[in-house]
């Protein structure tokens, strides 16, 4: 079941999210070819600390992991959708690069994801990051009284599938506030008026992950041993996601400066 957060709780996440979404600017800023992504995780543990706040994921073990993570950033490349861990690895010209973060602010979590290009890429990578981004802006707009997940994800869903791209099987959005990771999931994909309704006061983590190719092949991954996914395929992928309240008067998103 939800966890419902008062008015006043709403508006410290708020502060939050707007750290988390300056930070999350300023390391797409920096990156560039020829950095590590270890070096980006150096800049956002700076960053947070820098802001008041604590990493979110460094240290944090999820319900059925068997390991914490070791990290503060995700940083996931190409084929990699989520939970790329950093590494001497360098950033090449061409990378589709995901930048997935979370902090902790007086107490609350709060979780934000993006995609994007170092340098000139295909078109396909261009068109694969728009239509997530789009399938996001959609989805929030559903975050509201009376609307429910279902609708959540069919709207993710109908504008994915609508591209011929994929929605990525087993990972979920999530609630979040004083855990990480809250009731309920925040499926990708949905029947409209389904699952469970809306109330003013859920915060929900909500994260289209997205595979570049055609169904039903695209969206299968499989687990690598340091605990990344990554698409069978070899498909590109894409992620973005915010952390979004439900209000009296519609979607408030609050990962945004």
């Known amino acids: 079941m939800a966890i419902l957060k008062t008015a006043a709780e709403i508006e410290i996440m708020t502060e939050g999210g707007r750290r988390l979404a300056q930070i999350l600017k300023t390391l797409k800023e ?4 020829g950095l590590t992504t270890n070096s980006l995780d150096e800049l956002s543990f700076n960053l947070i600390k820098k802001s008041g706040a604590e990493p979110a994921f460094l240290g944090y073990r999820p319900p059925g992991s068997h390991r914490s993570y070791p990290k503060t950033l ?3 490349i190409n084929e990699t959708v989520v939970h790329g861990l950093p590494s001497e690895r360098l950033i090449m010209t061409g990378d589709l690069v995901k930048l997935d973060l979370g902090l902790k602010y007086r107490g609350f979590f709060l979780d934000s994801a993006l995609t994007f290009c170092v340098g000139q890429v295909e078109s396909l990578a261009k068109k694969l990051i728009a239509v997530t981004s789009q399938a996001l802006t959609l989805a929030i ?4 009284p009376g609307q429910t997940l279902g609708d959540i994800g069919w709207a993710v869903q109908s504008c994915v599938q609508s591209q011929q791209f994929s929605i990525v099987e087993m990972l979920t959005g ?6 990480l990771h809250e009731d309920p999931a925040v499926f990708n994909l949905g029947r409209p008026q389904g699952g469970e309704e809306l109330v003013a006061g859920m915060v929900l983590a909500i994260e289209p992950m997205v595979s570049a190719s055609p169904p039903p092949s695209g969206g299968k991954v499989k687990e690598m041993p340091d605990g990344s996914f990554i698409t069978r395929d070899g498909s590109l992928s894409a992620h973005f996601e915010h952390t979004v309240a439900i209000t009296e008067h519609g979607p408030r998103i609050l990962t945004q400066i």
């Open 30 to 33: 920096g990156t560039q070819a």
């Open 74 to 76: 995700c940083v996931s």
């Open 141 to 144: 707009k559903k975050a509201k």
């Open 174 to 179: 999530h609630g979040i506030g004083r855990a």
